[in-house]
């Protein structure tokens, strides 16, 4: 007598049940953690506009007086300047997609952390709308208005923004007419765009994962199938389960039909963001002619004459090291980093000029690309704390100065760890005097360090330059300007990317530490403990494993997608044609399962790096001499 065989797993089938169900599991766990406003003051009447608040609705919600007095309560007692309010009603799919954005158990917690809302209503204190610069007038904001306002308040309102149930506040009729799936596709392209996500690509991503469970519904059995039913049960299993701050009214509904209107809903949504690429307003198309004007007469008067010896030890045993154009934006020009023999040091050969700096970096920081820029560096807490950690058995540092500040993302993650420090903020660009609005630095200065050193000679205890002087015209008179802002036996904290890492040479021009053509100068450690060395500073801790950023094999394969398949909307670049949009869309769909692979590796290259404290990047701490 022979025994049944065991059905046969289906590895497929078994990883999309297992993403579905910690999916599930911790949308539930979220949608407990989010808080509920408690009951309001008895004496509620009327609607007051309470002096220091606004409260904020879409069109068609109408909140009482009892919920505003109940909210602003609420933020006072718990230090809040930013409250966006839950709809009790809110409707199942899109509690799903906050919950996917946001944990509500970290979010007033994480200083860096995307400001995140449902979109019908958020209470603000007056002194942060007029700091974001926020002019409250006029028409109710629709949904994605308010979603993009919360995002911005935020960054103005480090930890001290949330979000909460309102149980008496219903989202009223906000979603355009009955029926209308154009006014809801174009209205859903909206919200996607303020939430800070490209709606291309999220439709593209749905279709795809429906198409997946499909397949393995189809074809891989009772794993399939129980993949597909728990895809099909998910919003009633997340949000129907006891304890449960909202109760959508819709979620009946929502559960039985969900496959059809996922697939309609990203279907739509496609639809529309493609309908809408390419279209440019009066902005656009004068930065077009700008660039246009500007490269008129070629980029040869953005490069200085080739140099025969190396800018740090003056040897002339000279090599290239990597040839390439501008992998980062596509604009015109090719660039060439070339190698000490002696030394080891790397450097941009021939330099830009200064107007050739100005050029390659217009958009990029700020501008068409600012927005993209804050949110890489908004997902680099772990980094930021690291950074900061350093210094902890060393110094409790009073005043902190961090050279090359950008927006001050670090300067607001540091404080996490460093409370009671002054952080000032230096940089070339407008980012730092916004990041003084914002609050993450106490004072911003707009300029070049060596112009300040004497205006700022013994301020500090600490200077940060952390990946600032690979970007730096002269690194040795950054080292002496900072020797200068120090007090005595204060300290420099340094990260560079490091031209020995393995992965330069394994992964050649596709590099992304190479960063052409921004970078003029990487610098082997050992240089720059000599040059600290001859400024007299001891070097206390260096780092290497610790430093490493995971990004080597994404961002190879960044970089190879956007020169294979430039973005045909940059103003620099000719004028965007059908063909050219088809090639950029077709290598971004095929760089999806690349980029996942890279992912991997990258989470793996990391690993070793700590192990063997060879990353593709070194940190260094100095102590001044007191003498």
């Known amino acids: 007598m022979t025994s049944a065989p065991l059905p046969r797993v289906r590895w497929t089938s078994a990883l999309v049940l297992a993403a579905l169900g910690a999916g599930t599991v911790r949308a539930g766990r979220r949608l407990r953690a989010v808080p509920v406003l408690p009951a309001a003051p008895p004496d509620a009447a009327g609607l007051p506009r309470a002096a220091g608040w606004r409260l904020l609705t879409a069109p068609g919600v109408e909140p009482d007086a009892a919920t505003f007095l109940a909210a ?55 002194e942060v709308l007029a700091r974001a610069g926020v002019e409250p007038g006029g028409p109710r904001p629709e949904p994605a208005e308010l979603m993009a306002l919360v995002r911005r308040l935020k960054e103005y309102a480090a930890g001290a923004t949330g979000l909460a149930v309102a149980p008496d506040l219903s989202r009223g009729r906000t979603a355009g007419p009955p029926g209308s799936g154009a006014v809801a596709a174009r209205a859903r392209v909206a919200e996607l765009r303020a939430q800070g ?32 039913g728990l895809y099909w049960l998910q919003p009633c299993l997340a949000l129907g389960g006891p304890g449960s701050p909202l109760r959508p009214a819709d979620l009946a509904r929502a559960t039985a039909a969900r496959p059809v209107r996922s697939l309609r809903g990203a279907v739509r949504t496609g639809l529309a963001a493609a309908g809408q690429a390419g279209t440019e307003g009066p902005d656009t198309a004068a930065v077009a002619a700008s660039y246009r004007a500007g490269l008129a007469g070629g980029t040869d008067r953005f490069f200085e004459p080739r140099r025969s010896d190396c800018p740090w030890c003056g040897s002339e045993r000279l090599a290239v090291r990597v040839r390439v154009p501008d992998l980062l934006q596509g604009k015109p020009g090719r660039f060439t980093l070339e190698r000490c023999g002696d030394c080891g040091h790397v450097f941009q050969n021939p330099r830009l000029t200064p107007e050739g700096l100005e050029f390659y970096y217009r958009d990029f920081y700020d501008g068409r690309g600012g927005e993209g820029a804050g949110r890489v560096f908004g997902r680099l807490g772990g980094a930021y704390q690291q950074r900061a950690e350093m210094l902890l058995p060393y110094a409790d540092p009073a005043s902190w100065l961090d050279v090359g500040t950008g927006h001050g993302h670090f300067c607001n993650a540091a404080r996490s760890v460093w409370p009671r420090t002054r952080f000032d903020g230096l940089d070339m660009g407008g980012g730092v005097l916004e990041a003084e609005r914002r609050g993450w630095v106490e004072a911003g200065f707009r300029g070049q360090f060596p112009e300040y050193a004497e205006k700022l000679a013994g301020r500090y205890e600490v200077v940060s330059m952390y990946h600032y002087l690979e970007h730096t015209r002269d690194p040795l008179a950054e080292l002496d300007a900072a020797a200068t802002a120090l007090t005595p036996g204060g300290f420099l904290a340094i990260e560079l990317p490091d031209p020995q890492s393995r992965m330069a040479g ?122």
């Open 506 to 627: 394994l992964l050649g021009p596709a590099w992304l530490p190479w960063f052409q053509p921004q970078h003029q100068h990487l610098i082997p450690a050992a240089n720059l403990r000599e040059a600290l060395a001859d400024r007299g500073f001891t070097v206390v801790a260096e780092e290497h494993g610790r430093a490493h950023q995971g990004n080597d094999f994404f961002g190879a394969v960044a970089l190879t997608a956007t020169r294979l398949g430039p973005d045909p909307d940059r103003p620099w670049g000719p004028p965007a044609t059908a063909g050219a949009r088809v090639r950029a869309g077709a290598v971004r769909v095929a760089a999806v399962p690349c980029f996942a692979a890279a992912a991997v590796l990258d989470t793996l290259r990391t690993a070793a790096a700590r192990a063997t404290d060879g990353g593709n990047a070194y940190r260094m701490l100095a102590r001044k001499d007191t003498r």
């Open 197 to 228: 996500l490209p709606p291309g690509v999220v439709s593209a991503a749905q279709l795809a994962g429906l198409a997946l469970l499909a397949g393995v519904a189809v074809r891989q059995g009772r794993w399939g199938a129980a993949a597909a």
């Open 72 to 126: 602003r309560a609420y933020a006072d007692r718990e230090g809040l300047r930013v409250l966006d309010l839950l709809p009790a009603d809110l409707d199942t799919e899109r509690v799903l997609g906050l919950l996917r954005l946001v944990d509500p158990a970290g979010y007033r917690q994480d200083r860096l952390g995307e400001g995140r809302g449902a979109g019908f209503a958020v209470l603000v204190a007056e």
